[in-house]
């Protein structure tokens, strides 16, 4: 049964903007935090955004101003708005949820989509 599915990866040009889009089940929609990991080739997956059940928001260092992390109730997503967006953000995105808005530490997760960031 899936639970989160991820769409609007791409390619776009430094300096570009892209928005990733999740749609959530309700019910992990409703109960859970939810959020935004990448992972870059030859990386280890890194936390980008994560929003509660109760709107609060946080961001990793290297995002911030950039990218934005919105709830839709009635549709059950949970989009990601990335603006100015340089190379260095080329990874594969993941949607995730988590019961615990603090150390959020995912219980679910998308299949990922990727999204290049390149001239």
């Not at 995105?93 to 679910?108: E, T």
Request: charged share 20%.
């Amino acid at each position: 049964q899936v639970q989160l599915v991820e769409s609007g990866g791409g390619l776009v040009q430094p300096g570009g903007s892209l928005r990733l889009s999740c749609v959530a089940s309700r019910t992990i929609f409703s109960i859970y935090d939810m959020g935004w990991y990448r992972q870059a080739p030859g990386k280890q997956r890194e936390l980008v955004a994560v929003i509660s059940s109760g709107g609060n928001t946080r961001y990793a260092d290297s995002v911030k101003g950039r990218f934005t992390i919105f709830r839709d109730i009635a549709k059950t997503t949970v989009d990601l708005q990335m603006n100015s967006l340089k190379p260095e953000d080329t990874a594969v995105y993941y949607c995730s949820a988590s019961d615990d808005y603090v150390s959020y530490d995912p219980i679910y997760w998308g299949q990922g989509t990727q999204v290049t960031v390149s001239s």
